[in-house]
Each structure stands twice: as C-alpha cells, then as structure tokens.
C-alpha cells in the first residue's frame, strides 16, 4: 500500500516540479523551491521529536497489549505539539528578515504567510500520520497523499494553461497542505483513533521523556544538517537559481529512495518497535540483520542506475536551462545509495533507546557540513554545496556503522553485502560499455541504465547474496497473485534450498 501511494505521488510530484520550473524558470523557481524548503525546516522543528517518540511508544505499547497506555501517549504528546509549533511562529516571526528568499526583500508579508500556513499545517498532518503508524494503520499516509497530489496537480495543469505568477504557485502551495491535514483528521477518526488525557504510567512516562529529551535533539540537530546550512548560503551568496538546481538534485534523489525504499523504510520502525516490545534486543537484531541486506540492495541498485541516467532525466524533464543540475544529481544519487543503510541503523536506535547516539552522529554532521561550506561554497558555489553535503554523509555513514555495529553486537552480513558490492561493479563496468562504443546520447544512457540494473540484479541471484528467509518473503508476496505464485513456486523452492538460513553465519 505505501509503495503503491507512494509511486503515484512521486510521479505527480514530479510532474508538478517539472511544470512549475519550466514555468516560472530557474531564478522564480529558485524563490519557490527556498520556500518550499524554509517552511519543511519550520515543520521539523515544531514536530522535533514527536513523529518519531509517537510511532516508537504507541507501537510498543500496542505490542504489549495495553491500548489505553498508547491513547494517553498520543494525547500528551499533542499537547506538546500545540505549544512547539506556538514557539516556532514566534521565532520564525521574529528572524524572519535574515531568511528572505533573494530577490523578495519587499514581501515579507507573503513570505510569512505562506511559509507559517503550510508549516503549521503540514505538521499537524505529519503527527497525525505518525499516531497512524503506531497503530498499524498505514493507508492514512497512502490516502492522503494520493487524493492531495491528484488535486494539486490539477490545481497546477490550471496555474500553467493561465500563465499563473510566482504568487499563484504559492497560495496552491498553501492551500494543498492545509489539505493533507483535513483528511489525516478524518481517517484517524473514522478509525477509532483519538488521544486520551488520562495519565500515562509513571514508568513509561519517563522512557517516554528520555527518548523525546534525545529524540528532539536529533531531530532539530538533523534540521540544521540537513542540507539547511548549504540552502541558506547559496540564497545569500550564490543566488536564487543555485537554490533551485541544488533543490532538484536532493529532490529527485530524495524521489529515487522513495520510489525503492518507501515501504520497507515505513514499517521497518514500528516493526522493530513491536518486536522490542516482545523479544528484547534480540527481536530488534534479527530485524535489522534483514534490513541491512535490503537497503543495501535497494541502495546500490539507485546508486548505478541514477548516475547513468542523470544527465538524460534532467534534460528530458527540465530542459536545457536546468544542465547544471546534472553533476549534482550524479553526486547525490551515488552519496545517497550507498549510505542508504544508514536508514535501518537510525531506526535501531531510535527503538532500543540509544537516541544519544545519533545525537552525536548528528552534531557532528553539523560542524563537519558547516565548516565544508564555508570553505568551499563561497569559492565553488553549487559545486562547493555538493562536494559539502557528500563528503559529511559518507563521514557520518561510516562512523554510524562501525560503532553502532561495535556497540550493539550487531550480526553484520558481510558476506552478503560484499557479494553485492561486487555485482555492482561487475554491473557498472558491463554498463559502461554502450557509452564507450555509441557515445553519450539518451540512448546509450538508458541502454546503460537499463544494463546495469538487470546484471545487477541478476548477479545478486548467481552469486547466492541472498539467504532462505528472503526467499521465503518473496514467495510469500508472489502468492497474491496465485497463476504466478503456482509458475514460480518449484523454482522458488529449489533456490532457497541452496542458501544460507537466517540462523547461519
């Protein structure tokens, strides 16, 4: 369900860029996309800590069978909502002049409004989503995106037939989020779902407060992190459409994890709280051992795949003015898949109360993306903002993984990891060949593409980097569909038996 929502939205989300940057061009989509950005920062910093202690305590508490301590949960934690999101229009209102997107210094009225509307909004919706998800009830987040993305593009299909301005776009922007969280209100009440103000157990109440003390530093930590700095000084030092191109590149490699890893990155976390809930430490680490192997799989499959189609996606979608978009796409994909693992290692600690760790992780990221940006933005502009952002990921990706690892006893699959790793560069190297002899063109990209994805693919099989537990899930899924299921099912059957069993090192 959340895959299926999830390719639909980012389809239309797509779209949408694409129609409003070839639109306004790349200094007014620069304003749009800074905005866009300041009013996400806005929502991360009014809901902090909350979605992610909302998932982590109401799943447990539902593991554990006691329904009325997650209802109590879900009410005080609103409540700490409500004050957050009053603090942060405070100070938004009050350091709003050094934000101003460049070139709009004399619209701080509408910069204001939109941006405190729709974050405001979109943070309600993102807490209401997260309660959904603690009590299992996926298809909150997969219908409301769904029905607000059809709406919104039809409001922008309009918006471009008009030759709407900058404005317009902004107001829809507004609007759409207010959107989101009207329908989250009602399914979570069709649902039975509300929160309750009866007090939470006094044991619980303090994890509960521990997790959100570590929990919101992490997360305004990660706000900041977050390619937060390198926006920031390309508005005030490059300009608006180094803003842009920066923006397309994150969004369409955010576009890429979502497309692959949407499910598997939205139940990992109340799976992992459910079974720390039942079994302990030792639930969470057979979990996690899977997951490893996953979004390494997912990760190298986006890493190949989008740095050889980066050059034609962005021509095919954006056009000729928005080239420059190209490198950094490139650079992100490759960062982005493969330090995708670092997904699964953030939910571990996230369930097994080690919040204080990615605190460090993350403060660290700040100091180390901060001083990249300083050195290298003003002298290389967007170059600088990427070489910035890539070098800190791969820095804290792998610190997080060797201590995490260390710390927690963690069963790493090296075995599987490293089998894929060689297919990929097995994969890559093979890929690489229709370039070489055809030239650079959209046609060899997508014949390399499309290369790379079925060697990689495919030698993941042939080198056994799999093990029978993963097998078994896949036979499990296939039996949706019972013509092939049936087909497959001998086949299926034969390959598990020739791998490792989950138990096996």
Known sequence: MVMGS???????????????ARTLGPNDFGRYTYMVWMAGLLIMFSNNGLTTTVIRFASESLGRGSPETARSIHGWLRRWQLACVGLVTLAFLLTMPFFTPAGWEGHLAVFAGVVLVAAIAKAMFLFDVSVAKGYGLFHVEARSTVTMSLLNIVAVLVLVAIKAPLL???????????????CSSIMLRKAGV????????PATLARLKRHLGWTVLLTLAYAISNKSIETWMLNAMIGSAAVGFFAIAAALTRGGVDLLASGLATVLMPMMGHAFGRDGQDGVNTIMANAMRYFAFIGLLLAGTGALLADSAVALLYGAEYRPVVGPLRAMMVVGGFTMIGGAFNALLSTTDNQHLRVGYVLFSILSVAVLSVLLIPRYGLNGAVAAHAISEVLIFALMATGVSRLLKLRVPWRELGRMLACALVAIAIALIPMLLGGINPWTELAAGLIYA?????????????RAGDVNQLGLLLQRFPALSNRVQGRLQRWADGLPTDGAR
């Open 6 to 20: 999830t390719y639909v939205t980012y389809a239309l989300g797509l779209l949408t860029s694409v129609l409003v």
């Open 168 to 182: 317009a776009y902004l107001l829809l922007f507004t609007v759409v989020s207010v959107g989101y969280v009207v």
């Open 194 to 201: 509300r929160p309750s103000h009866a007090p939470t157990e």
């Open 454 to 466: 079925a060697f990689f693919v495919s030698g993941t099989v042939v080198m056994r980097a799999w």
